[in-house]
């Protein structure tokens, strides 16, 4: 009856399966940062353990989990290796949305549901363009979309396409070329002819993403394969719950990169016994301070992360409280990884030892669209509305 029950638990428990993954994937982490390789492998093993359809219906083959459960998953599992983490974070993101909205026409939702029942089908959005940046910033993207009979014909650039190498569509952002131009996100088969991809991502950390440039000359679609759309002289529409979702878990991947450098710089300060002092290093009270600094900023954040997860799960206002946890979280995933560095001294710059790719992996999270110093702005104007008129 506990054999039974055991292996009932393992079945249905998604952060149990991620944690057991996570160790495997440590494993190659240091290959996969030195060679910039792509992890293929573990999206197989995700796929096989289920993970891959977290947060699908389980009418559609998935677990139907929620926010909060996506983000423990998307922790442990850069825990392991954090380039990973984030292209599943981006899978995530599109199968919630298309979850919990159903804006998705019927016969676009059935075709990637059914691709991700049957194999590793990851879809990620491709928004973002050399010239404009990202979508945040405000400006209308250069890729168009021209309407040629039954067919759109799709011609542009666009820049971080996260995880591209294993993705089987992308949900792309392009402006219609009408008398009353649309914004419209479009489903593309990144095997489309006309599509290719750019290596551009040479970043100091994630070097496993692959977030690299795709160049669209004259691509076909079927006209009606677009997946939402509205006016173009309208600023870009966003759900505050799909905002909420998608800030939270790219700020899980950075607080699973913070749990791994503390893991690696407590287990060396408690075993590390210099000559000169003849005990471990974790006796010294300048240590013991910053370790106690590190497991502080640690508690925050995963207070943080968990109390927005279950406010988004429940369906209560968060307004821009996903912007401003992602700020803090990554803030303090930077400084936990650059103290865990200075605790370590010496050995903690060598390349074996592991805590310098953490930290680079986490200053990596800079890069990602709005930058702190954008939400900081947005919240002082929020702040500012407020104030009742004079």
């Avoid at 926010?67 to 899978?91: C, D, F, K, N, Y």
């Avoid at 803090?328 to 370590?344: G, H, K, P, Q, R």
């Avoid at 930290?359 to 509305?385: E, G, K, V, Y």
Wanted: with cysteine; hydrophobic share 45%.
């Amino acid at each position: 009856m506990n054999r039974e029950k055991t292996m009932l638990q393992e079945k249905i428990d998604p952060v149990d399966k991620a944690r057991r993954l996570a160790v495997d994937f440590a494993e190659r982490a240091a290959h996969y940062d030195a060679t910039g390789d792509f992890p293929f492998e573990n999206f197989t093993r995700l796929f096989e353990a289920g993970l891959l359809g977290l947060v699908t219906a389980p009418e559609h083959g998935g677990h139907g989990g929620g926010l909060a459960e996506a983000q423990a998953v998307i922790s442990e599992i850069a825990r392991g290796e954090p380039s990973t983490a984030l292209v599943l974070a981006m899978h995530y993101n599109s199968h919630y949305s298309l979850r919990r909205f159903a804006k998705w026409p019927a016969h676009l939702a059935e075709r990637v549901l059914t691709a991700n029942r049957l194999g590793p089908a990851l879809i990620n959005a491709a928004q973002a363009e050399p010239r404009i940046g990202s979508p945040a910033h405000g400006a209308l993207p250069e890729t168009v979309a021209r309407r040629d009979g039954n067919v759109w014909r799709i011609t542009g650039h666009k820049s971080y396409v996260t995880g591209i190498p294993v993705l089987k569509w992308v949900s792309l952002l392009a402006l219609t070329d009408e008398e009353e131009p649309r914004l419209a996100s479009f489903l593309v088969p990144t095997d489309s002819p006309g599509l290719r991809i750019e290596k551009a991502w040479k970043a100091a950390g994630m070097h496993a993403t692959a977030s690299d440039d795709i160049i669209l000359d004259n691509v076909v679609i079927p006209l009606e394969d677009i997946i939402e759309f509205q006016s173009a002289s309208e600023p870009l529409r966003r759900e505050e719950h799909a905002t909420a979702f998608f800030f939270s878990l790219i700020a899980a991947v950075y607080h699973g990169v913070a749990l791994s450098a503390r893991d690696r710089v407590l287990a060396f300060c408690a075993h590390h016994t210099p000559a000169s002092l003849g005990a471990p290093l974790s006796t010294v009270p300048r240590i013991q301070d910053g370790l106690g600094e590190i497991e502080v900023r640690l508690a925050t954040n995963s207070r943080l992360l968990r109390s927005l997860g279950e406010d988004v799960d429940a369906g209560r206002i968060v307004g821009m409280d996903g912007m401003t946890v992602r700020h803090v979280v990554i803030d303090n995933a930077v400084a936990i990884t650059s103290l865990a560095l200075e605790l370590a001294g010496n050995p903690g710059l060598n390349r074996d030892f592991q805590l310098e790719r953490h930290h680079r992996d986490a200053i990596t999270a800079r890069s990602h669209a709005p930058q702190s110093h954008m939400i900081r702005t947005i919240a002082a104007r929020n702040a500012l509305s407020r104030l009742a008129p004079r």
